[in-house]
């Protein structure tokens, strides 16, 4: 999967796991698109980190932050296994809703934090 088809299935994804959650508010949120911004390194992983456009409702669209971890230190966005990041519909519990936006926390990822290497 080539990076530009990941950040549209992605956008579905998100669409599809908010449509899950317990919080009648939350469901009736959806994903439009993601716009990737800048990589950035912190708290031993790399993250990238962008815009989401996420809508409400059929006319209410507005921008949130997103982050995004790629994996452990080693992790780059030229290297990304774009497929193995993106959440499988029987994974669930990788997106979480913050004051200032999506965390997406995909599980090979946080696998490959947790190891110390890049997801594969």
Known sequence: MEETEFWEALAWRIGSELSQFESKHLRSFW?????????????????????????????????WEFTLLL?????????????????????TEWLGIREWGLEIVPPAAERALLAGNEPG
């Open 31 to 63: 994903c439009d698109g993601l716009v990737p911004e800048r990589v950035e390194h912190r708290d031993g992983g790399v993250y990238m980190v962008g815009r989401a456009w996420i809508g409400r409702g059929p006319r209410f669209q507005e921008k």
């Open 71 to 91: 994996g452990g230190a080693g992790a780059t966005r030229e290297r990304a296994n774009w497929t193995a990041l993106l959440p499988t519909e029987e994974e």
